[in-house]
């Protein structure tokens, strides 16, 4: 595959000069391999280069310019059942949810997958082996440096992981020609974030269930759940409980003590969904 100084300039790309003489000029300083093609140009031959030469964000940059991207639709896109399976959404609910984290990931990814479409295009060799060829590049350490250095960054993990697994790749470039569109590409390669897990000296109601769990007679989490409850509504501590039981407990907190603890059992659970 081959690409002109024009149409390198074109994609006003921050490393490269943005006239035709400038990247004329840049690829003979670099060494870049080029062909004469028979064409409307000085002397009657259009130099492009090979593509598959050119330094690793060119490369990302040019095939991103090349694959076809479908046109914006004016309403906005709902979610079908493949991109429900793929993990998609509609490009407004996307990257608003995203923070910077989750933001340079998905650049990540997006820049991993796309060098795997290059090589898809470039040696036409089936998606999958295209997949399977990276992650064994990567493995080996032969991954072109600008690449390599992605990959810690498109894991997103706390322990700096520099492997790359097939199937996870290959999931990403499912997603990645899944989507309608660059801003949809970004919102389907993020990371789902994780919520921090909650210290247990930090759950408020913890003490209050405490007193009713650690007994000598060793009780079920079941039973001490439910005193704790009913013990909230003697003490008229509502607003420990939930307030989708709130109303409940209100017009329970008259009756009989079972009953009342029974049905106030779910809302003693805490707000945040950590189980007892």
Not at 77 to 101: A, C, F, Y
Not at 187 to 210: G, H, Q, S
Not at 215 to 221: E, F, W
Request: aromatic letters at 6%.
């Amino acid at each position: 595959m081959l690409i002109s100084a024009v149409e390198l300039a074109g994609l006003q790309l921050p490393r490269l000069p943005n006239s035709r003489q400038g990247i004329e000029y840049h690829a003979k300083k670099n060494n870049w391999p080029f062909k004469e093609i028979a064409g409307q140009a000085r002397g009657g031959k259009l130099k492009k280069y090979l593509i598959a030469a050119l330094p690793p964000e060119i490369q990302t940059a040019t095939l991103l310019a090349k694959v076809p991207v479908l046109a914006e639709a004016k309403k906005p896109v709902k979610p079908n059942k493949k991109m429900k399976q793929l993990g998609l959404m509609p490009r407004e609910d996307g990257l608003m949810r995203l923070d910077d984290k989750q933001t340079e990931t998905a650049h990540a990814r997006c820049a991993i997958v796309a060098h795997v479409l290059l090589l898809y295009e470039l040696s036409g060799m089936p998606i999958k082996k295209a997949v399977e060829f990276v992650a064994a590049e990567a493995a080996a350490g032969r991954l072109p440096e600008d690449i390599a250095k992605l990959i810690p960054i498109a894991n997103a993990r706390s322990n700096d992981e520099r492997s790359l697994s097939g199937p996870t790749l290959y999931r990403w470039v499912r997603a990645y020609r899944a989507a309608p569109d660059s801003v949809s590409r970004l919102a389907a390669l993020a990371p789902v974030k994780t919520r921090e897990k909650k210290p247990m000296l930090a759950i408020e109601w913890l003490p209050d269930f405490l007193m009713f769990y650690q007994q000598p007679n060793k009780p079920m989490m079941m039973a001490a759940a439910k005193k704790l409850a009913q013990w909230y509504l003697e003490q008229g501590k509502i607003e420990q409980i939930s307030s989708r039981y709130r109303a409940d407990a209100e017009l329970r907190s008259d009756s009989d003590g079972d009953e009342a603890a029974a049905g106030a059992y779910e809302g003693a659970r805490p707000a945040d969904g950590v189980g007892l």
